[in-house]
Nanobody
Framework: QVQLVESGGGWVQTGGSLNLSCVAS???????IGWFRQAPGKEREFVAA????????YYGEAFKGRFAVSRDNAKNTAYLQMTNLKPEDTAVYSC?????????????????WGQGTQVTVSS
């Protein structure tokens, strides 16, 4: 079992950057970590994922080249670095853990979720 707590959200202007963190308890290094977001009135969307070892990363098409996912298993923490933010990136961002060494993009395969952190990008 693992518990997740996100932080680092906030308000930023278009073109700005934010760095999100996801601190975990439990056997963090055994879980792949995914980042998802949900905007008001929209379905939850896959953003990025990293394998349990951190060796491979995956991104949704809209985020390639702008966002970077990573993890530090020694600190039980995963990160999402977001650059060149746009108003359409406004959403609640959540991290999730899946009990696989690979990193699925299907949110249904993630069994543990954090509470989310709000990111607001103004134009």
């Amino acid at each position: 079992q693992v518990q997740l707590v996100e932080s680092g959200g906030g308000w930023v202007q278009t073109g700005g950057s934010l760095n999100l963190s996801c601190v975990a308890s439990g056997r963090f290094s055994e879980y792949a970590i995914g980042w998802f977001r949900q905007a008001p009135g929209k379905e939850r969307e896959f953003v990025a994922a990293v394998t349990s070892t951190g060796g491979r990363t995956y991104y949704g098409e809209a985020f390639k080249g702008r966002f970077a996912v990573s993890r530090d298993n020694a600190k039980n923490t995963a990160y999402l670095q977001m650059t060149n933010l746009k108003p359409e990136d406004t959403a609640v961002y959540s991290c999730a853990a899946a009990g696989f060494t690979t990193a699925p993009i299907d949110l249904g395969r993630y069994g543990y979720w954090g509470q989310g952190t709000q990111v607001t990008v103004s134009s």
